[in-house]
């Protein structure tokens, strides 16, 4: 193999220019004879044992060319792209170039590589950042959400309201006849949780355990094609009805879903929580905004195949997601009315966005000189495994360590970012456009409105001025 010239074309693209010698094609004949020698028939000969020149003498010198192509050319091209040092992206568009002989070939491989990128500025950025505020009130939801986890189904003697939960018998029929998907048997239904087709649970308030009931029900326009606009009848019989039993807020309530003796500490404990989370996602959302900037402003020509492949991954992620939710994915497709090729067209921005920024990334790796110690790996080992409540050894079996590396190094390349970064509130800035927005909004009104007497509008204006001066009490912070 030799490579007769290595030329750049557009968007990062190089064209290798490939000859494969005489001895090379001649090795890949014989493995292409070998290959194909038990398909070819030769009067006199068993399958398989024809020697090659008499196949040759047969079908032409030609026979096993495109075989021996196909075989050759892997191992050259990948000879070339080593030599030439190029990082491909893809796999390339091959053409030949000029006729094949058994002295060789000369082909032409046309492939994306990695960009060359630029750093525009990474270091002393301005983003907005969050201030993290908890309020009494973010802190009585939270306890909602406990009490609404520990909160009891209690069978009840009477018609069911809205907020119970009924234990029902269903079956759908579309003119008389039942239809797949409308039968369910001791389905537990919250009512008023608006799960069932709309007008289902309306009509199953009021009864209570042992009714039976027909309910007429006419699915919605935009509902599954073979059921849309249809009206059907659902015979529904209740098995029972529970209600909420929802516990007490007390110190017996903080003990019973805590390690806390009070609904005090509970509530401390909450706060904490909540401020803690919320922290995080100020920084991440901060971290974001910063790497945004660095990602818009580097300079490279990035091939169209990073960016479709980066689409595919995304695709890939939902189809897994999909599955995690035990839906199939073209039952789900199906359903949706989605089509693949326009859920990659969908995914092309963030694709794009998304292969700027680990270009970003990888350039300021480059830029400061990056490198992860076996000491930093050891270290992020330990991290996940008390993240995750998993032995080290077993997280080492799911994670090889240069996996490991490229995280560190990516997580301190951000870190410089960040570390230099401002952070400004985002209040003024909010501020600022709102005044701007209202004045227009005030300005364009004036034009549209009749004019007013001199002395109304004074008196209209003062009031209004009042009313925007006048501030509002400060929501009260969890104490």
Do not use: W
């Amino acid at each position: 193999m030799s490579v007769k010239s290595c030329e750049k074309v557009e968007k990062s693209q190089v064209a290798l220019t490939i000859e494969v010698g005489a001895a090379e094609f001649e090795a890949a004949i014989e493995k292409a004879y070998q290959k194909m020698r038990k398909k070819i028939n030769v009067p006199g000969f068993r399958p398989g044992k024809a020697p090659r020149k008499i196949i040759e003498g047969m079908y032409g010198a030609e026979v096993f060319f495109e075989e021996a192509i196909n075989i050759a050319f892997p191992d050259a091209y990948e000879a070339a792209v080593k030599e030439q040092e190029l990082q491909v992206v893809d796999y390339p568009n091959v053409e030949m170039v000029g006729e094949v002989t058994r002295e060789g070939f000369t082909f032409k491989a046309t492939a994306p590589v990695y960009p060359e990128v630029t750093l525009g500025e990474y270091k002393g950025l301005t983003a907005e950042k969050e201030e993290v505020k908890v309020t009494a009130a973010d802190v009585d939801e939270r306890l909602k959400q406990l009490s609404d986890r520990n909160t009891r189904l209690v069978s009840v003697e009477r018609e069911a309201q809205e907020g119970d939960t009924a234990v029902i018998d269903f079956e759908g029929f579309l003119d008389g006849k039942p239809f797949d998907g409308g039968k369910g048997e001791n389905h537990s239904l919250e009512l008023g949780s608006h799960s069932f087709v709309p007008g289902f649970e309306e009509q199953v308030v009021g009864m209570k355990a042992g009714d039976e009931k027909d309910i007429d029900i006419t699915f919605p326009e935009d509902y599954h094609a073979d059921l849309a606009g249809k009206a059907v009848v659902f015979k529904v019989k209740v098995h029972e009805v529970k209600e909420k039993q929802v516990p007490e807020l007390d110190d017996e309530f903080a003990k019973d879903v805590s390690e806390f003796d009070t609904l005090k500490e509970l509530k401390a404990d909450l706060k904490k929580k909540i401020t803690e989370e919320r922290q995080k996602d100020a920084d991440r959302a901060f971290e974001d905004a910063l790497m945004e900037q660095v990602a818009e402003g580097i300079t490279a020509e990035i091939p169209d195949a990073m960016v479709e492949n980066q689409a595919r991954q995304f695709l890939d992620n939902f189809k897994m997601q999909i599955a995690q939710q035990g839906i199939p994915y073209d039952q789900y497709m199906k359903m949706t009315g989605m089509d693949e090729s326009k859920l990659l067209s969908d995914a092309k921005e963030p694709a794009l966005r998304q292969v700027r920024m680990d270009l970003a990334v990888a350039a300021i790796i480059k830029a400061e000189n990056i490198e992860a110690s076996d000491e930093d790996v050891e270290a992020e080992f330990q991290k996940l495994a008390e993240q995750y409540g998993m032995d080290v050894e077993m997280v080492k079996k799911y994670l090889q360590p240069e996996q490991v590396k490229d995280q560190i190094v990516s997580q301190k390349a951000v870190a410089i970012v960040v570390d230099s970064a401002t952070a400004v509130k985002p209040e003024k800035k909010k501020a600022a456009k709102k005044s701007a927005k209202k004045a227009e909004e005030t300005e364009a009104e004036d034009e549209e409105k009749p004019a007013k007497k001199p002395a109304a509008k004074k008196k209209s204006t003062k009031k209004a001025e009042t009313a925007e001066g006048e501030e509002k009490p400060a929501e009260k912070e969890a104490e």
